[in-house]
């Protein structure tokens, strides 16, 4: 269980374009979904929290006029790179929490991860 | 500032071997501490999640031990093989009310 796929799992688009990458929950609901940026032989950083059915929440130098976050439904977020630079190609990887939400008292518990979406900017 | 920290060096041991890997974390104080494995050109796997209240967690060959005081934690699998070779990942609880902040990783290769 607790499954959580991502889509494409790689794409190469030319400078100045547009792309969408989708993060599904599979098998259970997600009010919160999370995305990251993985650069090579670096850490995971946090770009946005991603809520359903309102705004994502930016980390602090993530553009958000640049990252299009839209967490349509509980089992689907979407981050859209608009106006790709090289400087954007990155590993692009998503994850959920099952069912929880602001508010609630324990918040602890796994994050489940995306595969993870290869990104070419050329 | 705040940081996590993990052996930048990768770990490299036998087969069969007791790997051992290091996070430590300064200005955090964090309810929990996780593990995480990953993949190359895979997103992370979790493994194990400690709380602070817990000196140990064992899950089949891992075991996960946490010192708040120290403010570390160390990631053990033992009678190592070589499909644990992977990069393991610490993560913390930070900022926000359920955001994970993750260490750079270690990487382990496993020889046989």
């Given at each position: 269980g607790a499954v959580?796929?991502?889509h494409?799992?790689?794409?190469?688009?030319?400078?100045?374009?547009?792309?969408?990458?989708?993060?599904r929950?599979?098998d259970?609901?997600?009010?919160t979904?999370?995305?990251?940026r993985?650069?090579?032989?670096?850490?995971?950083?946090l770009?946005a929290t991603?809520?359903?059915?309102?705004?994502?929440?930016?980390?602090?130098?993530?553009?958000?006029?640049?990252?299009?976050?839209?967490?349509?439904s509980?089992?689907?977020?979407?981050?859209?790179?608009t106006?790709a630079?090289?400087?954007?190609?990155?590993?692009?990887?998503?994850?959920?929490?099952?069912?929880?939400?602001?508010?609630l008292?324990?918040?602890?518990?796994?994050q489940?991860f995306?595969?993870?979406?290869?990104?070419t900017?050329t | 500032?705040?940081?996590i920290?993990?052996?930048s060096?990768a770990?490299?041991i036998?087969?069969?071997?007791?790997?051992?890997?290091?996070?430590?974390?300064?200005?955090?104080?964090p309810a929990?501490?996780?593990w995480?494995?990953?993949?190359?050109?895979?997103?992370?796997?979790?493994l194990?999640?400690?709380?602070?209240?817990?000196?140990?967690?064992r899950?089949?060959?891992?075991k996960v031990?946490?010192?708040?005081?120290?403010?570390?934690?160390?990631?053990h699998?033992?009678?190592?093989?070589?499909?644990?070779?992977?990069?393991?990942l610490?993560?913390?609880?930070?900022?926000?009310?359920?955001k994970?902040?993750?260490?750079?990783?270690?990487r382990?290769?496993?020889?046989?």
């Amino acid at each position: 269980g607790a499954v959580v796929s991502q889509h494409p799992s790689w794409v190469i688009c030319k400078s100045g374009t547009s792309v969408k990458i989708e993060c599904r929950s599979l098998d259970f609901q997600a009010t919160t979904m999370f995305w990251y940026r993985q650069f090579p032989k670096q850490s995971l950083m946090l770009m946005a929290t991603s809520n359903e059915g309102s705004k994502a929440t930016y980390e602090q130098g993530v553009e958000k006029d640049k990252f299009l976050i839209n967490h349509a439904s509980l089992t689907l977020s979407t981050l859209t790179v608009t106006s790709a630079h090289p400087e954007d190609s990155s590993f692009y990887i998503c994850s959920a929490r099952p069912g929880q939400g602001p508010g609630l008292a324990d918040p602890s518990g796994e994050q489940y991860f995306g595969p993870g979406t290869r990104l070419t900017v050329t | 500032s705040q940081k996590i920290e993990q052996n930048s060096e990768a770990l490299n041991i036998q087969e069969g071997k007791t790997a051992t890997l290091t996070c430590n974390y300064t200005n955090y104080s964090p309810a929990y501490l996780q593990w995480y494995r990953q993949d190359p050109g895979r997103g992370p796997v979790f493994l194990l999640l400690i709380r602070e209240n817990e000196k140990e967690k064992r899950k089949e060959r891992l075991k996960v031990t946490f010192d708040t005081t120290l403010k570390q934690s160390l990631f053990h699998i033992t009678a190592s093989q070589p499909a644990d070779s992977a990069t393991y990942l610490c993560a913390l609880r930070g900022g926000g009310y359920n955001k994970l902040i993750f260490g750079a990783g270690t990487r382990l290769a496993v020889h046989p």
